[in-house]
């Protein structure tokens, strides 16, 4: 089976070096790579992947291609698929707690305009697809305009919601379609449920009993409640582990286990690494461990990437049969139509959040619509231009 996905897995390895800009944006980088190039899955499939996985808790981007490797070869590629995805914005997160101090950063000047241009890519392939009425159009409005104006954890569950009870109220109905049901992995949620409280319980129990690496326990529980009940993805993550890492331990009359200049350092850099924002975890775990030498600091690297991405893997793999089976029912696949334009409107929003967010600077923009240009209207593969605003970064 290994050798038979080979290309497929060498693909998945190069989407991880140059996928940038969190989930939304990664989105261009999947219709690019895995629909019009492979063809490992169709844009309406795709679409529907990012819909589901926007309702889970966990990092949504690395559930969607988890679940284009299961779609390819089941579990076994799954696994195979995340372990490629995560490893190399793992590592590079986690040599950043290592050399932080001494990281020239102007190399990525263009790498955040780089990501908007990415995301208005996705945002305009995912708005031809699943924009196919008037009901739908006012969906993704209402979307863009919520996103623009609310935020927190669950906006995104509540909008994709709203989405798919609202386009059920329309006229056009959708044909009821069979779908063969698939067999539902039992063993995936109660693995996920026994961790969770093995985790919880020997966490308390190392630091009422003042274990000696009571701190690594500690680590890996946080990490995997992170993993385990955050929504709304990477941005949703990074202030909820400034409050367990830095904030907390002042409340309570400790000493942070990070400074906030460290923290920030690493929730910055993260946005101008490929892969996912959750990767921001290895850092994290390595700061946090560093005062007890490299050889802790490395475990502490592993210890919060396994704990973070675990539930991850777990809950797409139980929920997603559970998903599958309900599709044969009407409603539900009506239900499809307004989750689709709620995630194009949602891209939209963080499109036009993130332009607002970066210098208005006319080189920005340039980088912006370019890449834009490049990803419409040409076959240069993605990997070419991140480097090459690597390139323009480094010698400006």
């Avoid at 966490?203 to 680590?219: G, I, K, M, P, T």
């Avoid at 949602?346 to 490049?374: E, R």
Wanted: hydrophobic residues 55%; proline residues 6%.
């Amino acid at each position: 089976m290994l050798l038979r996905h080979l290309p497929f897995l060498r693909t998945v390895f190069w989407y991880s070096l140059t996928a940038f800009g969190g989930p939304q944006g990664h989105l261009a980088i999947m219709l690019k790579t895995f629909v019009q190039q492979r063809r490992d899955v169709t844009e309406e499939e795709l679409l529907e992947y990012n819909a589901f996985c926007q309702l889970l808790p966990g990092a949504s981007s690395t559930q969607t291609v988890t679940l284009i490797g299961y779609k390819r070869g089941g579990v076994p590629l799954a696994v195979l698929t995340l372990l490629i995805w995560i490893t190399p914005a793992s590592i590079l997160m986690g040599l950043l707690s290592f050399v932080m101090y001494y990281i020239d950063k102007s190399i990525f000047k263009f790498v955040q305009p780089m990501a908007v241009g990415f995301l208005a890519y996705a945002a305009f392939k995912a708005f031809r697809i699943s924009i196919k009425n008037a009901a739908t159009a006012y969906i993704m409005a209402g979307a863009i305009l919520a996103a623009a104006l609310f935020k927190g954890p669950g906006l995104f569950p509540v909008l994709i919601i709203l989405g798919g009870i609202v386009s059920n109220f329309s006229s056009k109905r959708i044909p009821e379609h069979p779908v063969p049901p698939r067999k539902i992995q039992w063993t995936n949620i109660w693995l996920f449920a026994a961790v969770f409280i093995l985790a919880g319980f020997f966490s308390e129990y190392a630091r009422v009993h003042n274990w000696q690496d009571r701190r690594a326990f500690n680590l890996f529980e946080n990490f995997y409640r992170f993993g385990s009940l955050v929504f709304g993805g990477g941005q949703v993550l990074i202030p909820m582990m400034f409050d367990q890492f830095v904030t907390r331990p002042v409340n309570h009359g400790m000493m942070p286990l990070m400074s906030t200049r460290d923290f920030l350092t690493g929730a910055g850099m993260v946005q101008a690494m490929p892969g996912p924002v959750f990767s921001v975890s290895s850092y994290i775990g390595g700061m946090v461990m560093r005062p007890s030498g490299a050889a802790m600091q490395i475990a502490g690297c592993l210890i919060s990437t396994v704990g973070i991405f675990l539930p991850t893997l777990l809950l797409v793999l139980f929920f997603y049969p559970i998903w599958h089976n309900l599709k044969k029912y009407v409603y539900i696949f009506r239900a499809l139509e307004g989750i689709n334009a709620v995630v194009v409107g949602i891209m939209w929003a963080y499109t036009l959040i993130l332009f607002n967010a970066i210098p208005f600077a006319w080189f920005n923009l340039v980088v912006m619509v370019g890449t834009f240009c490049v990803l419409q209207f040409t076959r240069v593969p993605p990997p070419l231009i991140v480097v090459g605003c690597l390139l323009l970064g480094w010698i400006s």
